[in-house]
């Protein structure tokens, strides 16, 4: 079966700093990974997947992921934070021929201005 | 395209009553998922299906609550009686494909049952 589990469910950080959320997973076959971000009172919206090819995976609003095997990592980075990436992160995964997504509990990214 | 679609964005009822929430799919789409997340149990899958079809259920918490998508622009996810331990936020996701097609959510419903 697969899961992912994510480190940490609040994070902080200063504006300008560095963003580093952490998300592990667990799949005895290549998975499909994803992160998606979820301003208050809105839906979940993606921004990156790793699906195959290049492990270093950019997405929108200057964020970027990279799948390590060896680690069964994904960890999702950005390297200033802005106010605006304050939001709730989440990552999930899925496999090759399977309907649904399994996703993380979610951390909280707060920003200090 | 417009998006996933769902309405009403809030809905408060009082417990005993019926609640039906409502999802409009992308267009194409063939995968729909209905989902709830709580501050205690995060995003839970309820329900999914494809090509109007429900493929797995297993996510419905009783019986108290049933899925419908009785064609490809459509789906409604009904509970009855409401309690109020179903408040929460229902989001409704589509997905053109299986894989690693990406999920498209919707802004959610704010249900609260008093």
């Known amino acids: 079966a697969q899961s992912v589990t994510q480190l940490g469910s609040h994070v902080s950080v200063s504006e300008g700093a560095l963003v580093l959320l952490r998300c592990n997973y667990s799949s005895s076959v290549p998975p499909y990974l994803f992160w998606y971000v979820q301003y208050p009172n809105q839906g979940l919206q993606l921004l990156l997947k790793y699906t195959t090819g290049a492990t270093l995976v950019k997405g929108i609003n200057g964020f970027e992921a990279e799948f390590k095997k060896s680690e069964t990592s994904f960890h999702l980075t950005k390297p200033s934070a802005h106010m605006s990436d304050a939001a709730e992160y989440f990552c999930a995964v899925t496999l090759t021929g399977a309907n649904n997504l399994f996703f993380g509990t979610g951390t909280r990214l707060t920003v200090i201005p | 395209d417009a998006g996933v679609i769902q309405s009403p964005r809030h809905e408060v009822t009082e417990m005993g009553q019926e609640v039906t929430l409502r999802c409009k799919p992308i267009s194409g789409h063939n995968s729909l998922f209905w989902y709830r997340q709580t501050m205690m149990r995060g995003l839970e899958l309820l329900i999914y299906f494809n090509n109007n079809v429900p493929i797995d259920d297993s996510g419905m918490p009783e019986d108290r609550f049933s899925a419908k998508m009785p064609n490809a622009s459509f789906s409604t996810l009904k509970i009855q009686p409401s309690e109020p331990r179903d408040s929460a936020v229902y989001f409704c996701?589509?997905?053109?494909?299986?894989?690693?097609?990406?999920?498209?959510f919707g802004p959610g419903t704010r249900l609260t049952v008093l």
């Open positions: 996701a589509s997905r053109r494909d299986r894989g690693p097609d990406t999920q498209y």
